[in-house]
């Protein structure tokens, strides 16, 4: 079929599958860099790099570096008695034994290109680099305690041991942390192929603010016998299983006993807001529990919710939190709070229902 005979979806289907771009390299650990995708148009081509035999003239010197480190360690590093780095307890660890396995990792990849390409995050060399920072350091430590000892009269008691390894190994940090600054060794760094990141080497994540619940009727319990203290079958039953008589009391005070504390039979199963006295003009409880359900209301400033009977204060509402509203009664709300306590708000002006 002619391009010409094609319609137009036709033609953009093709165009798509002609210029798709080749899928990006992944892994088990998610995307990663695909080398592909690198522009080496503008790169200048790298002249071949020659050597000695498989290596290059850096990765000969750092062999030959280390070759003198590895034999003089076996010298005594005191005066007296005879004791090399060897010989103290796993003192060799950092000292000799880390760089000697940077040392074969690098002879390893020039046999074995496949082998061991990393240890952990850290390339080959990145962490040759770090094994003989550490060591030198170590073995300047012994000097600056060494000077340390004089100062205060005391004897010198390093040998020339400790002096050799740590001009070595400060030479090896010449070959591996600044080599990439300093020709002919920069030649090692130049015209590498690029490669996939290590997930523990690529760029960190943005940590952003956890965010905040909302505010939720169901926090409460919806279950009508936790909105329920009054005592009786009848109470829960009157009252739509909604606590609006939970402060409420009978015309006699509650009976208590030694403790203060109120008895559940005490309480009045018919609120006195609810009985739909003259003195109130509150509607009967049915029709109150009938034309409310519990909802979130927030006031735009601090409000007491106080006793319906005594008019006491019993809590504070204000815009930092939602309140519980159990009741609607038009001009005021009944709210309870949600250690349990429950009163009545008068004051029901740019209340935000939620």
């Not at 020339?160 to 390894?165: A, D, P």
């Not at 956890?210 to 009252?239: K, L, W």
């Not at 109120?262 to 109130?280: I, K, L």
């Given at each position: ?88 307890g796993i003192d060799w660890v950092l000292p000799i034994g880390v760089p000697t396995v940077a040392v074969f990792l690098i002879v390893l990849r020039r046999f074995s ?242």
């Amino acid at each position: 079929m002619t391009d010409e005979n094609r319609t137009d979806d036709e033609r953009d289907l093709a165009d798509s599958l002609t210029s798709a771009p080749e899928p990006d390299a992944i892994d088990s650990d998610g995307p990663e860099f695909d080398p592909r995708t690198e522009s080496t148009e503008n790169e200048p081509e790298e002249a071949p790099q020659y050597g000695v035999g498989p290596f290059t003239i850096r990765e000969v010197a750092i062999v030959g570096l280390w070759a003198v480190a590895f034999i003089v360690s076996f010298f005594s590093v005191v005066q007296i008695p005879f004791r090399s780095v060897w010989m103290s307890g796993i003192d060799w660890v950092l000292p000799i034994g880390v760089p000697t396995v940077a040392v074969f990792l690098i002879v390893l990849r020039r046999f074995s290109p496949d082998g061991i390409r990393r240890v952990g995050s850290l390339g080959v060399d990145q962490f040759a680099s770090v094994a003989f920072s550490v060591s030198s350091v170590i073995w300047l430590s012994y000097i600056w305690n060494t000077i340390a000892t004089v100062i205060d009269d005391g004897p010198w008691y390093t040998t020339w041991v400790v002096w050799v390894e740590l001009i070595v190994f400060v030479a090896l940090v010449l070959l591996s942390v600044f080599a990439p600054f300093i020709a002919p060794f920069d030649e090692d760094f130049r015209g590498r192929p690029a490669a996939p990141a290590h997930r523990n080497a690529r760029a960190v994540r943005a940590v952003v603010a956890r965010p905040r619940p909302e505010p939720s009727p169901q926090s409460y319990s919806a279950s009508p016998e936790s909105y329920a203290p009054v005592s009786g079958d009848g109470a829960a039953q009157a009252t739509g299983g909604y606590p609006i008589g939970s402060y409420a009391l009978d015309d006699a005070e509650p009976s208590t006993g030694d403790t203060g504390i109120v008895e559940p039979g005490a309480w009045s199963p018919t609120p006195a807001y609810a009985r739909g006295s003259a003195d109130t003009g509150a509607q009967p409880v049915a029709d109150v529990a009938a034309a409310s359900r519990p909802f979130w209301a927030l006031a735009p400033v601090e409000r007491d919710v106080v006793d319906e009977r005594t008019g006491a204060p019993v809590f504070r509402i204000g815009p930092t939190a939602w309140a519980l509203v159990i009741a609607d009664r038009g001009s005021s709300f009944v709210v309870q709070h949600e250690d349990g306590r429950v009163g009545v708000l008068y004051d029901v002006s740019g209340v935000t229902r939620g």
